[in-house]
């Protein structure tokens, strides 16, 4: 008989588990029982939980949105008017997000959502809302918010894709290192 309530906490586990197996690896070149093995179950319960590989690492990817979501939400509560594009910033290298598993996890999700149209729509999701967030940070700093907010969500990007490429940067210095480029656009005005 199956022990009420250890569903959300066996996917958790897996979750956690895919995003450290795919740290581990640098891609999605793991296997389902390697996930399993290391969340302390086996691999037909996580077939059972989420039907294959490709469904744990969506739902891996969910976790980190949403945890990058809460690390965006709380410096923007923090922030002032003048300072959300700053907030927004510093949340895409918070030491949450940009943790060696995490950063493999996002290229592993880049090449996915290629071909996978689950990952696909999740990074729409993602590539939409850091813009709109961007976009709406930046509105009365630049007559260009639009393009701005583009700008600033490619360098992030890239500063993962140099991460994972073994230039590794640290969350502090990948922050200054955007925060020069958002000052540069901007004029340095608040």
């Not at 509560?77 to 895409?92: F, L, P």
Request: glycine share 6%; proline share 4%.
């Amino acid at each position: 008989m199956p022990k009420v309530g250890m569903e959300p906490i066996r996917r958790e586990a897996l979750v956690k588990a895919t995003i450290a197996e795919v740290g581990a690896a640098g891609s999605l070149d793991v296997t389902v029982s390697q996930i399993a093995r290391r969340a302390g179950m086996s691999s037909a319960l996580a077939h059972h939980y989420f039907g294959g590989k490709e469904q744990i690492f969506v739902a891996a990817m969910r976790r980190i949105l949403s945890d990058f979501g809460e690390e965006v939400r709380a410096g923007l509560a923090r922030a002032t008017e003048g300072r959300r594009a700053e907030a927004i910033v510093r949340a895409c290298f918070a030491p949450s997000c940009f943790t060696p598993d995490v950063i493999s996890a996002w290229m592993t999700f880049y090449v996915m959502a290629q071909t996978h149209p689950d990952a696909l729509r999740l990074w729409r999701i993602y590539q939409n809302r850091i813009r709109a967030n961007l976009t709406h940070a930046l509105r009365g700093r630049t007559d260009r918010p639009v393009e701005l907010a583009a700008t600033l969500a490619a360098l992030i990007d890239g500063l993962y894709i140099r991460a994972a490429l073994h230039e590794p940067e640290i969350p502090e210095r990948a922050t200054v290192h955007a925060l020069d480029v958002l000052a540069n656009l901007t004029g340095g005005r608040k």
